[in-house]
C-alpha cells in the first residue's frame, strides 16, 4: 500500500474577503493552513463608514477570525505583522514571531490609503481602512458638535461644524451623505447653543464626476441626492494643502475641523517583498491564473493584485473581485494538490455596482438595467446584509437600520474615548481666552 502524500503547507497573508474565501475553497485539501492577520477579526469593510458615522457598533461588522474557522480543523489562525516574504527560501517573515516555511502562499494583505506623494497630509487627515479608523473618525464627528455646543464663538462654532470629505468614489460619497444625515436629521434637536442643521458638508473631487464608474444618467441621480442632503460638491478642484486648521482646495482656503481622506489607494507592498512587477497603485502584477509571473507557487489577490481585465484595465478594487479570485485560488490549489486538471484563467464575474448616497437614496447599476431610489437602496441593503459572514451580524445589523429608518436614531452615538483631552490647539486656546 503506498504511503500517503505528505501535506503541503499553505500561507495565507489578510483575513479578508480574499483570504477567508480561500480558506473556505481550500476545505478538504490534503494541506495544512496557516492564516496570518494582523487584528484578530474578518472586517466587513463595505460597511466601515456606518461604524465611522455612529450608525452600526464595530462588533456589528467584525467577526473573530477564530470563530468563523474553529471547524476547520487543518486551518491554524495567526495574529501576526508579516514583514517580508523571501520567495527563494519559500519563508514568510513575521515580526516578533517565528518564520513560516510555506509550499504555497497566497498573498491578501490588501491596500491603504494614498496621500499621492503628501504623507505629511496624514496626520491631518482621517482615513477609513480599519476599525481603529472609523472609531477615531465617529469620536471626532461626535465631539466636533460637543464642542461646538460649549464654544460660543461663532467663528470656531462653523470651523467645527465644517467636515470636508476628499473623494468622490463610492466611500466619499457614502460618508457624505451619511455625515449630512446625521446632522440634519439625527442631531437636530439635540443641542440648545448650536443647530447641527447648519453643519458644512464638503465633498471634494478632482475629477469632473463624483462616482464616475457610473452611467452619466446614474450620476446625474447622485448630485440631485447630496444636493437635497445640502452636501457641497467641489468638482475638478485638486487639494494643494491639508493642516491642522483645513486645506486648501485649488485656489480656495477652507477652514474645517475634521478632513476625512477617501481619495487614492495603494497595495501593501508586497511587490516589494517579492521583488516582482507592480502596477501605478504598487499592485503586483499577476500572471491569468493569479500567480506571480515566475513564482507559480505564489499568488496575489484582491487589492494587493493588479489583474489585467483586458485592454490593459485592471480590475477594481471591490470585495466580490477578492472573493472571487480568493476562491478561485483556493479551488486552484486543491486540484493542484490532488493531482487534477486545474481551472482555466480566472475570469470576473461582474455582479454590478451599488452606491449609497442617503436614507433611501442609491443607485445600482447591474449592466443590463439600472436602479435608482428606494429600489436601489433596498437592492443595496439586501445584498449588504447576505455578504456579512455570519446570521448575528445580519440580524443586529437589519435591526439597527430597521431602528433608524423608522426613527433618524443611531445607536452607537457614544463618546467612550478621552475625547476631551484631544480637542484641536486652537480650539483650546480659544477656551483659555
Known sequence: MPSPLPRKRIVIVGAGFGGMAAVKALKGANADITLVDRTNHHLFQPLLYQVATAALSPADIATATRALLRRYKHTTVLMAEVESADADRRIVHLADAPDLPYDYLILATGAAYSFFGHDEWAKHAQVLKTLTDALSIRERLLSAFEWAEECGNPDMIRRLLTFVVVGGGPTGVEMAGTIAELARSTLAWDFKNIDPRS???????????????????????????????????????????????????????????????????????????????????????????????????????????????????????????????????????????????????????????????????????????????????????????????????????????????????????????????????????????
Open 199 to 433: 453643519a458644512r458638508i464638503v465633498l471634494c473631487e478632482a475629477g469632473s464626476r463624483v462616482l464616475s464608474a457610473f452611467p452619466q444618467k446614474l450620476l446625474d441621480y447622485a448630485a440631485a441626492a447630496l444636493n437635497k442632503l445640502g452636501v457641497e460638491v467641489h468638482l475638478n478642484e485638486a487639494v494643494n494643502e491639508i493642516d491642522a486648521n483645513g486645506l486648501l482646495l485649488g485656489e480656495t482656503r477652507i477652514e474645517a475641523a475634521n478632513v476625512i481622506w477617501c481619495a487614492g489607494t495603494e497595495a501593501r507592498p508586497a511587490a516589494d517583498w517579492l521583488g516582482a512587477n507592480a502596477a501605478r497603485n504598487r499592485g503586483v502584477k499577476t500572471a491569468p491564473n493569479c500567480s506571480v509571473p515566475g513564482h507559480p507557487e505564489i499568488f496575489a489577490i484582491g487589492d494587493v493584485a493588479s489583474f489585467d481585465a483586458g485592454e490593459g484595465a485592471a480590475l477594481p478594487g471591490l470585495a466580490p473581485v477578492a472573493k472571487q479570485q480568493g476562491d478561485y485560488v483556493g479551488r486552484l490549489l486543491k486540484a493542484r494538490i490532488a493531482g487534477q486538471p486545474e481551472p482555466g484563467a480566472f475570469r470576473y464575474k461582474d455582479l454590478g455596482t451599488m452606491a449609497i448616497i442617503g436614507r433611501s437614496h442609491a443607485i445600482a447599476d447591474f449592466g443590463r438595467f439600472t436602479l435608482t431610489g428606494f429600489p436601489a437602496w433596498l437592492a443595496w441593503s439586501l445584498v449588504h446584509l447576505m455578504l456579512l459572514v455570519d446570521f448575528r451580524s445580519r440580524v443586529v445589523v437589519y435591526v439597527n437600520w430597521s431602528w433608524a429608518f423608522f426613527t433618524y436614531g443611531r445607536g452607537a452615538r457614544l463618546l467612550t474615548g478621552v475625547a476631551r483631552l484631544k480637542r484641536p490647539q486652537w480650539l483650546r486656546i480659544s477656551a483659555q481666552e
